[in-house]
T-cell receptor, first 117, second 110 residues
Framework: AQKITQTQPGMFVQKKEAVTLDCTYDTSDPSYGLFWYKQPSSGEMIFLIYQGSYDQQNATEGRYSLNFQKARKSANLVISASQLGDSAMYFCAMRDLMRGGSEKLVFGKGTKLTVNP | EAQVTQNPRYLITVTGKKLTVTCSQNMNHEYMSWYRQDPGLGLRQIYYSMNVEVTDKGDVPEGYKVSRKEKRNFPLILESPSPNQTSLYFC?????????FGEGSWLTVV
């Protein structure tokens, strides 16, 4: 079964600095997709970035980039130039494709990021 | 604008009183699903639907029902809610590598 591990329950960063949130995954499938979501205190799940297992380059979306190391099975999220509004829970997820075409997202437990002024 | 809309956003209800959480998407996606989020357990899939009239159980389906009579709507039905169904619920709609979540529905069963 697929599994996502986020080992940092909480992280702190100063405003304007960069921060890396760790994510490791376990799968035997050669084809998979990795997602990062942001969940502010209001509760909604905001899509940040996606990395496919066959993508040649690391994904980037504005201040978000994904440090994808396939051999190590890690997909760390890097947030550059942190802002106070980045304070939130961050979830790493993997898409689990099942027989018959069904799918689900398998989520890690999340990392709570706090940006200090 | 791509949207997944859930209602209600917040609800406090009593044990045994049937309720429905609606979910609607405007992207013509075939695949929709429901998740619940609980502290320490993360998000878990309740039910999913691959297309109209095609639904199946996820990891935690007990106590829930769904229906998919039209592509845009995928309601979650709690026939007889119990306190252990107090949770934050998310509807999701997806196509390929794009997965959109609704804003979440905070449900409390007392």
């Amino acid at each position: 079964a697929q599994k996502i591990t986020q080992t940092q329950p909480g992280m702190f960063v100063q405003k304007k600095e960069a921060v890396t949130l760790d994510c490791t995954y376990d799968t035997s499938d050669p084809s998979y997709g990795l997602f990062w979501y942001k969940q502010p205190s209001s509760g909604e799940m905001i899509f940040l970035i996606y990395q496919g297992s066959y993508d040649q380059q690391n994904a980037t979306e504005g201040r978000y980039s994904l440090n994808f190391q396939k051999a190590r099975k890690s997909a760390n999220l890097v947030i550059s130039a942190s802002q106070l509004g980045d304070s939130a829970m961050y979830f790493c997820a993997m898409r689990d494709l099942m027989r018959g075409g069904s799918e689900k997202l398998v989520f890690g437990k999340g990392t709570k990021l706090t940006v200090n002024p | 604008e791509a949207q997944v809309t859930q209602n209600p956003r917040y609800l406090i209800t009593v044990t045994g009183k049937k309720l429905t959480v609606t979910c609607s998407q405007n992207m013509n996606h075939e695949y929709m699903s429901w998740y619940r989020q609980d502290p320490g357990l993360g998000l878990r899939q309740i039910y999913y639907s691959m297309n109209v009239e095609v639904t199946d159980k996820g990891d935690v389906p007990e106590g829930y029902k769904v229906s998919r009579k039209e592509k845009r709507n995928f309601p979650l039905i709690l026939e007889s809610p119990s306190p252990n169904q107090t949770s934050l619920y998310f509807c999701a709609s997806s196509f390929g590598n794009t997965i959109y979540f609704g804003e979440g529905s905070w449900l409390t069963v007392v």
